[in-house]
T-cell receptor, first 122, second 112 residues
Framework: GAVVSQHPSWVICKSGTSVKIECRSLDFQATTMFWYRQFPKQSLMLMATSNEGSKATYEQGVEKDKFLINHASLTLSTLTVTSAHPEDSSFYIC??????????????????FGEGSRLTVL | KNEVEQSPQNLTAQEGEFITINCSYSVGISALHWLQQHPGGGIVSLFMLSSGKKKHGRLIATINIQEKHSSLHITASHPRDSAVYICAVKGRSNFGNEKLTFGTGTRLTIIP
C-alpha cells in the first residue's frame, strides 16, 4: 500500500536552533500534504496545508515565519521549525492523499500518515 | 460545541468484548475517516466512509449521513487493539484535498 515516510522520527535540539522535518510520499504523488502538531493526550491540530509549487496555507494562530513549509516536488514536503523554543516541543506528523499512484489511480481520497517526528527542545 | 464529537473519551474492556466507539458531526461532509493511533504516535487510516458500512477483519464501520453519525465496532477485542481511535471528517469541496476536522479521540484499553 501507499506509504508516507517522515524523517527524523525523533530529534532533540538546543533552544534557538532550527530543525527540518521531511515528509515523503514513496509511491504516489501528492499535490497537497498536511502538517499537524499533537501535544500529549490531545488530538491532532492542523498547522498548515502544503501545496506543491505554491505557498503553504497556514491555520489561524500558526506563525508562518516560524514554521517554514516547502513543497518543492510532488513527493516531498518539509517543515522547518526555526529558532526552536521549549514550547515547540511536540509531536509533528504529516499526511498526504494520493493524487496519482504508481498504478495510475487518481485522487483516491485515501489518507496516509507519516510515522511522526517527536521534537524536544532543550 | 466541537464540530466532531466522539464518545466515550476513554474505554476499558476485557479481552473478547464487543467494542463500539461513536462519532457525531455537525457539518456537511464528503467523507469520514476512522484512524488508529498507537502509543508510539504512528497513525493508520482504518476506514474511509461516505455511506453505508465497511468491514475489515474484526473492524466494522458504519455511517448514517442523515443523522450525521458514525460508529466503529471491534469484535472479539484483543489487547493489541489498545490504541486511540480518532474520527475525522472531510468537508465538501470541489478540489479533493480538503482538510480534515478531528474528533478528540477515544482511548481504548483492552485488558487480557
Amino acid at each position: 500500500g501507499a506509504v508516507v515516510s517522515q524523517h527524523p522520527s525523533w530529534v532533540i535540539c538546543k533552544s534557538g536552533t532550527s530543525v527540518k522535518i521531511e515528509c515523503r510520499s514513496l509511491d504516489f504523488q501528492a499535490t497537497t500534504m498536511f502538517w499537524y502538531r499533537q501535544f500529549p493526550k490531545q488530538s491532532l491540530m492542523l498547522m498548515a496545508t502544503s501545496n506543491e509549487g505554491s505557498k503553504a496555507t497556514y491555520e489561524q494562530g500558526v506563525e508562518k515565519d516560524k514554521f517554514l513549509i516547502n513543497h518543492a516536488s510532488l513527493t516531498l514536503s518539509t517543515l522547518t521549525v526555526t529558532s526552536a523554543h521549549p514550547e515547540d516541543s511536540s509531536f509533528y506528523i504529516c499526511s498526504a492523499t494520493p493524487w496519482r499512484t504508481s498504478g495510475g489511480a487518481i485522487n483516491t481520497g485515501e489518507l496516509f500518515f507519516g510515522e511522526g517526528s517527536r521534537l524536544t527542545v532543550l | 460545541k466541537n464540530e466532531v464529537e466522539q464518545s466515550p473519551q476513554n474505554l476499558t474492556a476485557q479481552e473478547g468484548e464487543f467494542i463500539t466507539i461513536n462519532c457525531s458531526y455537525s457539518v456537511g461532509i464528503s467523507a469520514l475517516h476512522w484512524l488508529q493511533q498507537h502509543p508510539g504516535g504512528g497513525i493508520v487510516s482504518l476506514f474511509m466512509l461516505s455511506s453505508g458500512k465497511k468491514k475489515h477483519g474484526r473492524l466494522i464501520a458504519t455511517i448514517n449521513i442523515q443523522e450525521k453519525h458514525s460508529s466503529l465496532h471491534i469484535t472479539a477485542s484483543h489487547p493489541r487493539d489498545s490504541a486511540v481511535y480518532i474520527c475525522a471528517v472531510k468537508g465538501r469541496s470541489n478540489f479533493g484535498n480538503e482538510k480534515l476536522t478531528f474528533g478528540t479521540g477515544t482511548r481504548l484499553t483492552i485488558i487480557p
